[in-house]
């Protein structure tokens, strides 16, 4: 007898990452083994001073706070000012969450949308947002350029730049058009900005400048984390910024859920929050990596678009992209098949960075 299909099961794709896991094996097979360069993990030590901070703060046996600490939200408005541009940040515009891929695919189940509203993606575009999408029985709308949206239905449009996997940059002045765009059609602008301090060739600017959002933050949100600029993917340290009515209503959500960092955790991202030294040293890793990966592409025929921010280079030699992952794995090389992101990336695959030293010098010497 067949078992029953949960109704939210039956509203999503297949899990992408599944049917990478033929091409797993033939690169782990390699005489010298897999370089993985599909996903973008950190593979860096955490910093030294953002593991003292978890250490120190191990003993705490009472329940967290959804909000977080009083110092964190002190740190979270005070990185937002520093390094957003942001000006007069209040801690009832911040709020702390479990992951941004937490926040992503459960934001529109937790602002009540549902069967008739629309949710607006990118076309190439981190899968989480269709995904969060469907988990509510919304539909995902697939955008090229916000200003062509029909804004019919629509109740969240989502920015991401830089852009997973593109490493696309938006202007400052589309950003000022897509915000400018949601609020003439009464649409909350979520704007993914996780890879803002990586980029490479572009100055990223937030949703949150003045000079974006007019000094007004209402119906604008920011999402951050400190997964690539700290290594803190497994802690789950992330945070949103922006249009305190919203933030509020998600916080009391979140309570009732009891959706909350661990204490310890919150203790370590506040400190990481107020390091800056460790963001730049890691940049340099990245920057070196990226310079090393992306003449060994080009020299092996590859054209690299985009990518002048985040942790991937986005490559095609204008082909099928699962070609490209195939052949690339006969050479021990695993690289991510544009496809995961939308129909827009099938002649491209996405190269992470986040390999050490050594085995980027094993992937460059292969692909050579």
């Known amino acids: 007898m067949s078992q029953p299909v949960s109704p939210l099961t039956s509203r999503l794709p297949v899990f992408p990452w599944d049917r990478l896991e033929p091409y797993r094996e033939t690169a782990r097979a390699h005489p010298g083994g897999l370089v993985d360069l599909s996903v973008g993990t950190p593979v860096d030590p955490v ?33 937002c000012e520093r390094r957003l541009g942001a000006v007069a940040v209040s801690h009832h515009e911040v709020l702390p969450v479990v992951g941004s891929k937490e926040l992503v695919a459960w934001l529109p189940t937790q602002l009540g949308l549902g069967p008739g509203d629309r949710v607006a993606c990118p076309r190439a575009a981190y899968p989480t947002y269709e995904v969060g999408a ?32 593109t490493g696309r940059v938006l202007s400052a002045d589309e950003l000022r058009a897509a915000v400018a ?30 000079d974006i959002c007019g000094g007004d933050r209402t119906g604008v949100i920011a999402v951050h984390s400190l997964s690539k600029r700290s290594n803190l993917a497994g802690y789950r340290a992330a945070f949103l910024a922006g249009d305190a009515a919203v933030l509020g209503e998600l916080l009391q959500i979140r309570k009732h859920g009891g959706m909350m960092l661990p204490a310890p955790v919150q203790e370590a991202m506040t400190v990481a929050l107020g390091d800056d030294r460790h963001v730049a040293e890691q940049r340099e890793r990245y920057a070196a990596r990226r310079a090393a990966l992306r003449t060994a592409l ?22 099928p992209c699962w070609e490209t992952v195939a052949e690339l794995s006969e050479r021990g090389v695993l690289v991510a098949p544009g496809d995961f992101y939308g129909s827009a990336g099938e002649r491209f695959v996405r190269v992470a960075l986040t390999a050490t030293d050594e085995r980027v010098a094993e992937a460059v010497r292969r692909l050579g």
């Open 47 to 79: 910093p030294a001073v953002v593991q003292r901070a978890l250490a120190d703060a191990a003993d705490r046996p009472g329940y967290p706070t959804v909000w977080g600490t009083a110092a964190l939200r002190d740190a979270i408005t005070g990185w």
């Open 298 to 319: 080009e020299g092996a025929k590859f054209r690299i678009e985009h990518s002048e921010a985040s942790l991937y280079l986005w490559a095609t030699r204008d082909e």
């Open 134 to 165: 469907r988990l509510a029985g919304a539909e995902p709308v697939l955008y090229d350029d916000v200003l062509e949206l029909d804004p019919a239905g629509i109740r969240l449009l989502w920015l991401n730049s830089p852009s997973n996997p």
């Open 181 to 210: 765009w949601a609020r003439r059609h009464g649409v909350l602008l979520l704007s993914d900005e996780c890879y803002l301090e990586l980029g490479w060739e572009a100055d990223p600017v937030s949703v949150l400048h003045p």
